[in-house]
């Protein structure tokens, strides 16, 4: 058998971009699987939700956006720290970048080698690079809600962090009014998840349990389409906790028994192949994935930084 081409680096098709408005001055953008995008229109301004992989990438959304509003950016909120999500930065000209307080000092910890793992895996996002003019830094942080006044009858928009969960400092934006979660990667709809910086079993439980008790009616997730409906959202919020508990199993038994972590990304593999093998990023994500819930339960408690190298590494031993 071929050895699988490193992470996303062979898959290099343009993804199919879908801009839906969800209620009067909400946005969601759409890629087939790559990261989702939003904005949220106050009475004279914008908030954008996420960045993008690049500035270059970043200004094709704007330009978008622009058929529908040309409200300034105020706000530009980042649900977490990952660079495919934050180094479009500089494109949106906003007056403030809002993230959690873990979120800036990950940044600082592990910003650029983040950027360089990432980029590395998945080039095709990377529109650009050398349009990122460096790190982004946020300029207004918080540690467990923030909430924007949009203005006229438009309500608010809460900026909340539910626990740990994809990263230790994820948050999401959620609009109670039209009932609409922007939930980043703390779920993914028909896409897989990427735990290489997860707390799998906080994110599995009472990070998740946060997620549900807003009682979302629609909710964008970090990647695949929008979710409509409870039935909807209330279903890849349990595909999400699925793929986690199925990980934590599976995973959790090989360790147990003193097996090694190959056999445990064997095990995993297999639980998961059926149900979410076909999805964007399954096999991508799977061997970071697996090398980081064993670090968990080995007492591990904060993840290892992903560097260009550790990422082939990790490659070559489980999918090599
Ligand atoms: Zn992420």
Same mark, same amino acid.
């Given at each position: 058998m071929a050895a699988k081409p *490193?992470?996303?680096?062979?898959?290099?098709g343009e993804k199919q971009q879908t801009l839906e408005?969800?209620?009067?001055?909400v946005y969601a953008l759409t890629a087939e699987g790559d990261p989702n995008i939003g904005a949220i229109e106050g009475e004279d301004f914008l908030v954008c939700f996420e960045a993008l992989a690049t500035p270059t990438a970043a200004r094709e959304w704007l330009a978008r956006l622009r058929e529908h509003t040309d409200k300034p950016v105020r706000y530009l909120v980042l649900s977490h720290y990952h660079a495919v999500r934050v180094?479009?930065?500089?494109? *949106?000209?906003?007056?403030v970048i809002v993230a959690h307080e873990k979120t800036r000092d990950l940044i600082a910890e592990r910003g650029e080698a983040d950027w360089a793992s990432e980029f590395g895996r998945m080039p095709r996002l990377?529109?650009?690079?050398?349009?990122?003019?460096g790190l982004t830094w946020p300029t207004l942080t918080f540690s467990d809600r923030a909430v924007i006044e949009l203005g006229g009858d438009r309500g608010q928009l809460v900026l909340q962090y539910l626990g740990r969960?994809?990263?230790?400092g994820d948050i999401v934006a959620w609009l109670p009014k039209h009932r609409i979660l922007f939930a980043g990667d703390l779920v993914e709809a028909e896409a897989a998840l990427?735990?290489?910086?997860?707390f799998h079993r906080d994110w599995a439980g009472p990070t998740l349990d946060g997620v549900a008790a807003l009682g979302a009616e629609a909710l964008i997730g970090g990647r695949g389409p929008v979710t409509h409906g409870r039935p909807a959202v209330e279903a890849a919020i349990a595909q999400t906790r699925d793929f986690l508990q199925t990980m934590i199993d599976e995973v959790g038994a090989v360790h147990a028994r003193g097996g090694t972590l190959k056999e445990a990304f064997a095990a995993a593999h297999a639980s998961l192949v059926d149900g979410y093998?076909?999805?964007?990023i399954f096999e991508h994500c799977l061997p970071f994935d697996v090398s980081r819930l064993w670090d968990e339960l080995s007492g591990i408690e904060r993840p290892v930084v992903w560097t260009a190298e550790r990422d082939r590494e990790v490659w070559d031993r489980l999918q090599g």
């Open positions: *490193f992470a996303s680096s062979a898959d290099l408005v969800l209620a009067d001055g180094l479009g930065a500089s494109a *949106f000209g906003a007056d990377a529109k650009d690079p050398d349009s990122v003019p969960g994809h990263t230790e990427y735990t290489g910086d997860a093998g076909h999805w964007p």
